[in-house]
């Protein structure tokens, strides 16, 4: 089925671990995204991408790595987790950039940092 | 900086009508987008506005004055399955997504 799929739903890990959220998407859609979500703060954009090979940084890429080798997949790595990166994680396509064009979004990662 | 401001809650009964706001502060507007999301879940959209005036859609209605950087979404006939959070978001001028924290939604019988 067509879709944005994010693994695994539910992640424990310790301070200072390696972790790797997957994100794939079958729509070919240009545009990925990154985003954390904490209570009391809106969606925050921690990177997105606007093709294979192209990433930039959002409003807070501290603490975290993002690949784009192909088009369908898009991995967000905490490289060295701390208790400040337990959140949900959430990840997005859109076909555009341009004004009208929804994000898709996947059904995100809890992650708890221990 | 920019900003956008929605309610934390609020409280409605099952049948009646209901209006979440939303005014934002933005560096340039490319549209204003309204989503839904269930607790747990996903956020999904809703609706997207990028001309003043209102969108009609089925039970849900989104208005927009870009003069006064206003946005409403308006929930008629109500029901359970709607209780849930609210999110707004404005495209700026770079097409970049400025998120409202989202207006927690409560039906009760």
């Known amino acids: 089925d067509a879709g944005i799929t994010q693994s695994p739903r539910y992640k424990i890990t310790e301070t200072g671990r390696q972790v790797t959220l997957m994100c794939h998407q079958t729509w070919s859609h240009s545009y990925m995204f990154w985003y954390r979500q904490d209570l009391g703060h809106g969606l925050r954009l921690i990177y997105y991408?606007?093709?294979?090979?192209?990433?930039d940084k959002g409003e807070v890429p501290d603490g975290y790595v993002v690949s784009r080798s192909k088009t369908e997949n898009f991995p967000l790595t905490l490289e060295s987790a701390t208790r400040s990166q337990t959140s949900v994680y959430f990840c997005a396509s859109s076909e555009l950039e341009d004004g009208y064009s929804p994000l898709h979004f996947g059904n995100g990662t809890r992650l708890t940092v221990t | 900086g920019q900003n956008i401001d929605q309610p934390t809650e609020m409280t409605a009964t099952e049948g009646a009508i209901v209006q979440i706001n939303c005014t934002y502060q933005?560096?340039?507007?490319?549209?204003l987008f309204w989503y839904q999301q269930h607790a747990g879940e996903a956020p999904t959209f809703l609706s997207y506005?990028?001309l003043d005036g209102l969108e009609e859609k089925g039970r849900f209605s989104s208005f927009l004055s870009r003069s006064k950087g206003y946005s409403y979404l308006l929930l008629k006939e109500l029901q359970m399955k709607d209780s849930a959070s609210y999110l707004c978001a404005v495209k700026d001028s770079n097409y970049q997504l400025i998120w409202g924290a989202g207006t927690k939604l409560i039906i009760k019988p």
């Open positions: 506005n990028v």
């Open positions: 933005t560096s340039g507007f490319n549209g």
């Open positions: 991408s606007a093709a294979a090979d192209i990433t």
